[in-house]
Every structure is written in structure tokens, then in C-alpha cells.
């Protein structure tokens, strides 16, 4: 498999399964991603997204398969793993009774900042959302600043690899176009990304997707080339097509 | 008629389906009644007690031996060197003995002399019910060994003294135990919901990825109570010495020490609970059973643990409040010092530092994925 630069993968999952029970969530699923690119990750809810970006951060143990990141085995090597990945979570990245400034505070702490560096953030923060809301509980901050904030806070433990669990899920258009301009100033920066989207307009912002149902990975690529592979069908059309021939 | 049967059934699916709480509703009220049952005497065997012999006479030896042939006593000599007096009421202070007899140095040759002659009972006070009965025990023995000298009938005058409780006050007792009670479950119940918080909002994915380490997040996580729950219970102490009058004999100092430990372990125990207990709900409800409970009726709270079964008496050593309660009452009510509750203070330490590690274990297994 080919990758954007052409070096040894940043992610490798080989067979990855998770099952509860007789359930499989996530069912032999393969794939890499390599250094600067954007993975989309999308799939119908319940499809197995969340499960198996769970399963990579060690959050969830693997019932078989494996995860590798740049080289390291992540059920030998999780906490090295975890000073390289940067994860923002679908149900919670930020502690709502505090601050936007505390959460900030909070994670820089967790990633034993100096207290110089800290600062810089802190102005870095309150040029990125208003000023106002800096002192905010995070729980009276509009969505949209919100995501921006938990993305903030996700990035300073300046991860090389960032895994975004429906990052945009609830936000108005326009946030979530400019929420894709921060994830090209990243791609720009060196980082690895993967985003995991149910809005199948965002997938065309991605490098390459991954089409996920029923727990089984079942359409990859490059998604302009996945769409002219299919007659120039639009992108809802290739993922209704991919997911009801599954 | 149609929408209520809807209703019935579905509460019905839901209490078939929450086997935890059927477990409570059943189960528990049985194996209480069973635990507790035994644990519920007012009766007291093996009082610990010491003789002051001052006469040393055959006359004194049978009266000790008296004491020491009867079922509620097991009775005890000063520890030598020093005034023998002085070691009685510092065993009377620290509450390893409720009771010494003190016979005067004349007691012997006044009996052979056919006068009579005085023995004196000094009893532990602060508890005016076991104080009672230590009386009233000591009494019949005193009587029963002048029957079986049938030329002592009503030779022998019984002098007691009620110490640190003169007035048999019973609240001066029952207190500071209450103090001690209430400081476990607030403790256990601060820490148990603030893991079980984050399993519900999603927010321990946070913890779990981030650099910190295990042991980092569990006492991170239980520093902060340590002044909330010191806080806590110096507003309780003074309200219970300025609203109740409790007398405070001791040194401050003293009780806030062995209180700092007490407290460590009740937000041990909570942080453990907090990391066994899916929900906010059950934690708080195993918080408050696993502590308020046994604190009650195991402690020596109102029952006395020497006349519990052997096998009660066991799991009353496993909890922390039977530590504590005898601490805070010395202290308290008899002014008893730091060197008098080393073992009690120790054992509450390594109680603390068990339960923080087995909730650090716990945490790396949730952590692990291992749910």
C-alpha cells in the first residue's frame, strides 16, 4: 500500500476484531495510514468507528488482530503510544463545569508543561475563541467554540498522530468548514490525522477513506478516484452503493 | 386500565432486569439479620481489668482470684516498674482496661482483725451503660467472696469511682463515637462517585489515554478530599463541643493527626468503591451500606466487641471506625495522648495504604480495557 510520503506507516492494523459476546463489533478490519495523511473514517452509526479508534488508543482491548503505531505493538508499548497520539473524544473532550482556561490548564498539567509554555498557550487560546469565553464553564460555550477549545486542548501535548472521533458531529456548516482548515494547517505541520464523519461531504476533504459497515471495512481510497471509479457518482451516492451492497 | 398494565409491565421488566437492586431489596436485608443478630448484645464477657494490690495477703489474693475465676473478667496486673496506680489509670485512659481494683494496703489485716476494710472499684466511665454493668459485676463478686468467707458478711465496703464521666452522662460517649461514624461515611462518600462520574459522562477515556499514570490519577484524585473531609470534621467536633458541651480533654493536635488517617482511609475505601460501581447511584449506595453499617454495629459504636462471637469480633478488626472510635473517645472524653493509639493509628495507615492499592489496581484493569 502506497502512503503520502512514501515512509513506513504511522498506523498499522492487521485483522483488528473486537467482539462482545456473540456480537462483532469490529470484524478482521486492515489498514494503514502513513506520515501527513488524512484518513476519513466514515460509516453508518454503530458501524464499528468509534470501536475500533478505541481499540487503537488501548481503550478497549483487541480480542485479536493487532495495532501497531510507528512500529510499536500498543498492547506492549501503550504508554509511548500514547505520548505520539493525540485523541479527541465523540462523547467527551472537555470537563464542562470548567473553564475553558482550567480545561487548558488541566491538560497542560497532564502533559507537564513548563510554565512558561503555558502561558504562550494561554494566549494562543484566547486568540482562537473570544475573549470572553476564555473564563467561561465550558459547558455555557456555544458547540462549535467548544470543538475548537477540545481541539486546542487535544493538540498540546504536540501529538504526531491525532485521531478525531466526530469531530464535527452537532456544529453549524461554517464551523465545520473552518474545523477543516485547522485539520490542513495540522496536515500542513507534519501530522498524521484520522477523522471519523458520518457527513459524507467532509469525506472529500480527507486523503484517502475508509468505508466501514457492520463492523467490516468495505470500500478504500482516494475518494476522487473512488468516485470516478463509479461513473462520477457523488460521494452519498459511492457510500449508499458501498454500504447497501455490504 | 390497558395503559396502567403497559405501565406495570414495564416497571416489572425493569426490576427483573436491575438484578442489583433485587439483590438489596432480598438478599441483603437476610444477611444482615443473620450478621447483626449476633453482633446485637448489650451483655458483657471478658472485661478487661487490673488489681492494685496493695496488701498482699492471702486475704487480697482470693479477692483477686475471685475476679479472676469469673466468666466477665480476665483480669490483669499492673505493668511493673512505676507507681502501680499510675500505670492502672494510664491503662484505664488508653481503654485497655475498663476497670481496676484497688485494694489498700491495710485490706488484709483489718479482715483478720474481724474490722472492716475498704476495696475500691475505679471504672471507665465514658460509657455509662458498660460502665453499669462493670459496676454491678464487680459488685456481686465482692459480695459473693465475703458469703464464701462466712465471717466476712458486711465486713467489706465497696468506695467506687466513675472516671472521665462522673455524671454517667451517656451522649459524652456516644458523641465523639457519632463524630467517628460520620467522618468514615462522609469520607467514602466524597470519593465514591468521582470515578463512577467520569465512567458516566465518558470523561475517564480522558484520564485513561492521557500520559498520567495510574497511581497519579488515584491519589490526584483523592488529595484534594483530604481537606474537604478535615474541614467536615472539625465543623463537626465543634458543634458537638459547643452545642452538646462535650468536653474536650485532650490535645487537638493529637486527634487531628490520627483524624488525617482516618480520613485517607475513608476516601480509600470511597475511591475503591468508585472504581468497582458502574453507576453514581451504586456507588454511593455501597459507599453508605459498606460504611454506615458495620461502623454501627460492629465499631463497639453501641455494641461491645468483647461480647460479640469470636467470628464478628474478626470483621469488626477489618473496620476502620472500631480504630478510630477508641481513639476519638480517648482522646475526647479521657485526654488520653498520642503514644496511647501508635497500634489503632498504624493499623487505620495500612488499612489506607491496602484499600489505595487495591483501587489502583482496580483502575489499571478498567484502564487495560478490562471492564
Given at each position: 500500500m502506497s502512503h503520502a510520503n512514501g515512509t513506513a506507516p504511522m498506523i498499522e492494523v492487521v485483522d483488528l476484531t473486537k467482539t462482545f459476546g456473540s456480537f462483532?463489533?469490529?470484524?478482521r478490519i486492515s489498514f494503514t495510514m502513513g506520515r501527513g495523511e488524512i484518513i476519513g473514517f466514515l460509516g453508518p452509526n454503530g458501524a464499528g468507528k468509534t470501536t475500533t479508534i478505541k481499540m487503537i488508543m488501548g481503550l478497549l482491548r483487541i480480542s485479536s488482530g493487532l495495532v501497531r503505531v510507528k512500529g510499536l505493538d500498543n498492547r506492549r508499548h501503550l504508554p509511548e503510544i500514547k505520548r505520539m497520539v493525540g485523541y479527541m473524544s465523540q462523547k467527551f473532550?472537555?470537563?464542562?463545569?470548567?473553564?475553558a482556561r482550567q480545561n487548558v490548564e488541566f491538560a497542560a498539567g497532564i502533559f507537564r508543561l513548563p510554565r512558561s509554555t503555558v502561558k504562550v498557550r494561554l494566549e494562543e487560546l484566547r486568540g482562537l475563541i473570544?475573549?470572553?469565553?476564555?473564563?467561561?464553564k465550558v459547558e455555557d460555550i456555544p458547540p462549535g467554540i467548544r470543538q475548537r477549545v477540545a481541539l486546542f486542548v487535544c493538540l498540546l501535548g504536540d501529538p504526531e498522530i491525532i485521531l478525531l472521533d466526530e469531530?464535527?458531529?452537532?456544529?453549524?456548516p461554517e464551523t465545520r468548514r473552518r474545523f477543516w482548515q485547522e485539520i490542513y494547517q495540522l496536515k500542513k505541520g507534519g501530522k498524521t490525522l484520522m477523522v471519523t464523519t458520518h457527513?459524507?461531504?467532509?469525506?472529500?476533504?480527507?486523503?484517502r477513506i475508509l468505508i466501514i459497515n457492520n463492523g467490516r471495512l468495505i470500500l478504500e481510497g482516494e475518494p476522487g478516484a473512488l468516485r470516478r471509479a463509479a461513473g462520477d457518482a457523488s460521494m452519498e451516492d459511492l457510500f449508499r452503493h458501498a454500504v447497501g451492497s455490504s | 386500565m390497558t395503559r396502567i398494565n403497559a405501565v406495570v409491565r414495564k416497571e416489572f421488566h425493569h426490576i427483573l432486569r436491575d438484578t442489583r437492586s433485587l439483590m438489596i431489596v432480598f438478599a441483603m436485608p437476610v444477611m444482615m439479620i443473620v450478621f447483626y443478630g449476633y453482633a446485637i448484645s448489650f451483655d458483657i464477657k471478658q472485661i478487661d481489668a487490673g488489681v492494685v494490690d496493695f496488701s498482699a495477703t492471702e486475704w487480697s489474693r482470693d479477692l483477686a482470684r475471685a475476679f479472676a475465676n469469673n466468666r466477665y473478667f480476665r483480669i490483669h496486673e499492673p505493668p511493673?516498674?512505676?507507681?502501680p496506680i499510675a500505670q492502672a489509670e494510664k491503662k484505664l485512659r488508653s481503654g485497655e482496661w475498663k476497670e481496676y481494683i484497688y485494694i489498700p494496703a491495710d485490706f488484709g489485716d483489718r479482715l483478720a482483725a474481724g474490722r472492716s476494710a475498704e476495696v475500691g472499684l475505679v471504672v471507665d466511665g465514658s460509657d455509662s451503660n458498660t460502665a453499669n454493668l462493670v459496676y454491678q459485676y464487680s459488685q456481686q463478686i465482692v459480695m459473693q467472696y465475703m458469703l464464701s468467707m462466712k465471717?466476712?458478711?458486711?465486713?467489706i465496703q465497696i468506695r467506687t469511682h466513675f472516671y472521665f464521666n462522673p455524671e454517667a452522662k451517656s451522649y459524652i460517649f456516644f458523641i465523639p463515637g457519632l463524630i467517628a461514624i460520620l467522618l468514615l461515611m462522609v469520607s467514602a462518600l466524597l470519593t465514591s462517585i468521582s470515578i463512577t462520574r467520569e465512567k458516566e459522562s465518558g470523561s475517564i477515556d480522558l484520564l485513561f489515554i492521557s500520559p498520567l499514570k495510574s497511581r497519579e490519577i488515584i491519589l490526584g484524585k483523592t488529595v484534594p478530599y483530604i481537606f474537604v473531609a478535615l474541614i467536615a470534621g472539625v465543623f463537626i467536633l465543634l458543634f458537638a463541643r459547643f452545642?452538646?458541651?462535650?468536653?474536650?480533654?485532650?490535645n487537638l493536635l493529637v486527634l487531628l493527626f490520627f483524624s488525617l488517617i482516618y480520613i485517607f482511609c475513608g476516601l480509600a475505601f470511597g475511591i475503591l468503591v468508585s472504581t468497582l460501581a458502574s453507576s453514581q447511584r451504586m456507588a454511593m449506595l455501597g459507599a453508605l451500606l459498606a460504611t454506615l453499617l458495620p461502623s454501627i454495629m460492629?465499631?463497639?459504636?453501641?455494641?461491645?466487641?468483647?461480647?460479640?462471637p469470636v467470628i464478628l469480633q474478626f470483621f469488626a478488626r477489618l473496620v476502620p471506625a472500631t480504630y478510630f472510635l477508641r481513639i476519638i473517645r480517648g482522646v475526647?472524653?479521657?485526654?488520653?495522648?498520642?503514644n496511647h493509639f501508635l497500634i489503632d493509628g498504624g493499623i487505620l495507615l495500612g488499612m489506607s495504604l491496602v484499600l489505595i492499592l487495591a483501587a489502583t489496581g482496580r483502575f489499571v484493569r478498567l484502564r487495560r480495557g478490562v471492564r
Amino acid at each position: 500500500m502506497s502512503h503520502a510520503n512514501g515512509t513506513a506507516p504511522m498506523i498499522e492494523v492487521v485483522d483488528l476484531t473486537k467482539t462482545f459476546g456473540s456480537f462483532t463489533a469490529v470484524d478482521r478490519i486492515s489498514f494503514t495510514m502513513g506520515r501527513g495523511e488524512i484518513i476519513g473514517f466514515l460509516g453508518p452509526n454503530g458501524a464499528g468507528k468509534t470501536t475500533t479508534i478505541k481499540m487503537i488508543m488501548g481503550l478497549l482491548r483487541i480480542s485479536s488482530g493487532l495495532v501497531r503505531v510507528k512500529g510499536l505493538d500498543n498492547r506492549r508499548h501503550l504508554p509511548e503510544i500514547k505520548r505520539m497520539v493525540g485523541y479527541m473524544s465523540q462523547k467527551f473532550s472537555l470537563y464542562p463545569l470548567l473553564t475553558a482556561r482550567q480545561n487548558v490548564e488541566f491538560a497542560a498539567g497532564i502533559f507537564r508543561l513548563p510554565r512558561s509554555t503555558v502561558k504562550v498557550r494561554l494566549e494562543e487560546l484566547r486568540g482562537l475563541i473570544p475573549a470572553e469565553m476564555v473564563n467561561l464553564k465550558v459547558e455555557d460555550i456555544p458547540p462549535g467554540i467548544r470543538q475548537r477549545v477540545a481541539l486546542f486542548v487535544c493538540l498540546l501535548g504536540d501529538p504526531e498522530i491525532i485521531l478525531l472521533d466526530e469531530p464535527t458531529s452537532g456544529v453549524d456548516p461554517e464551523t465545520r468548514r473552518r474545523f477543516w482548515q485547522e485539520i490542513y494547517q495540522l496536515k500542513k505541520g507534519g501530522k498524521t490525522l484520522m477523522v471519523t464523519t458520518h457527513y459524507l461531504d467532509e469525506a472529500e476533504y480527507a486523503d484517502r477513506i475508509l468505508i466501514i459497515n457492520n463492523g467490516r471495512l468495505i470500500l478504500e481510497g482516494e475518494p476522487g478516484a473512488l468516485r470516478r471509479a463509479a461513473g462520477d457518482a457523488s460521494m452519498e451516492d459511492l457510500f449508499r452503493h458501498a454500504v447497501g451492497s455490504s | 386500565m390497558t395503559r396502567i398494565n403497559a405501565v406495570v409491565r414495564k416497571e416489572f421488566h425493569h426490576i427483573l432486569r436491575d438484578t442489583r437492586s433485587l439483590m438489596i431489596v432480598f438478599a441483603m436485608p437476610v444477611m444482615m439479620i443473620v450478621f447483626y443478630g449476633y453482633a446485637i448484645s448489650f451483655d458483657i464477657k471478658q472485661i478487661d481489668a487490673g488489681v492494685v494490690d496493695f496488701s498482699a495477703t492471702e486475704w487480697s489474693r482470693d479477692l483477686a482470684r475471685a475476679f479472676a475465676n469469673n466468666r466477665y473478667f480476665r483480669i490483669h496486673e499492673p505493668p511493673p516498674g512505676g507507681d502501680p496506680i499510675a500505670q492502672a489509670e494510664k491503662k484505664l485512659r488508653s481503654g485497655e482496661w475498663k476497670e481496676y481494683i484497688y485494694i489498700p494496703a491495710d485490706f488484709g489485716d483489718r479482715l483478720a482483725a474481724g474490722r472492716s476494710a475498704e476495696v475500691g472499684l475505679v471504672v471507665d466511665g465514658s460509657d455509662s451503660n458498660t460502665a453499669n454493668l462493670v459496676y454491678q459485676y464487680s459488685q456481686q463478686i465482692v459480695m459473693q467472696y465475703m458469703l464464701s468467707m462466712k465471717n466476712l458478711e458486711e465486713l467489706i465496703q465497696i468506695r467506687t469511682h466513675f472516671y472521665f464521666n462522673p455524671e454517667a452522662k451517656s451522649y459524652i460517649f456516644f458523641i465523639p463515637g457519632l463524630i467517628a461514624i460520620l467522618l468514615l461515611m462522609v469520607s467514602a462518600l466524597l470519593t465514591s462517585i468521582s470515578i463512577t462520574r467520569e465512567k458516566e459522562s465518558g470523561s475517564i477515556d480522558l484520564l485513561f489515554i492521557s500520559p498520567l499514570k495510574s497511581r497519579e490519577i488515584i491519589l490526584g484524585k483523592t488529595v484534594p478530599y483530604i481537606f474537604v473531609a478535615l474541614i467536615a470534621g472539625v465543623f463537626i467536633l465543634l458543634f458537638a463541643r459547643f452545642w452538646f458541651h462535650i468536653p474536650f480533654r485532650g490535645n487537638l493536635l493529637v486527634l487531628l493527626f490520627f483524624s488525617l488517617i482516618y480520613i485517607f482511609c475513608g476516601l480509600a475505601f470511597g475511591i475503591l468503591v468508585s472504581t468497582l460501581a458502574s453507576s453514581q447511584r451504586m456507588a454511593m449506595l455501597g459507599a453508605l451500606l459498606a460504611t454506615l453499617l458495620p461502623s454501627i454495629m460492629l465499631s463497639g459504636f453501641i455494641f461491645p466487641i468483647d461480647s460479640m462471637p469470636v467470628i464478628l469480633q474478626f470483621f469488626a478488626r477489618l473496620v476502620p471506625a472500631t480504630y478510630f472510635l477508641r481513639i476519638i473517645r480517648g482522646v475526647v472524653v479521657k485526654g488520653a495522648e498520642l503514644n496511647h493509639f501508635l497500634i489503632d493509628g498504624g493499623i487505620l495507615l495500612g488499612m489506607s495504604l491496602v484499600l489505595i492499592l487495591a483501587a489502583t489496581g482496580r483502575f489499571v484493569r478498567l484502564r487495560r480495557g478490562v471492564r
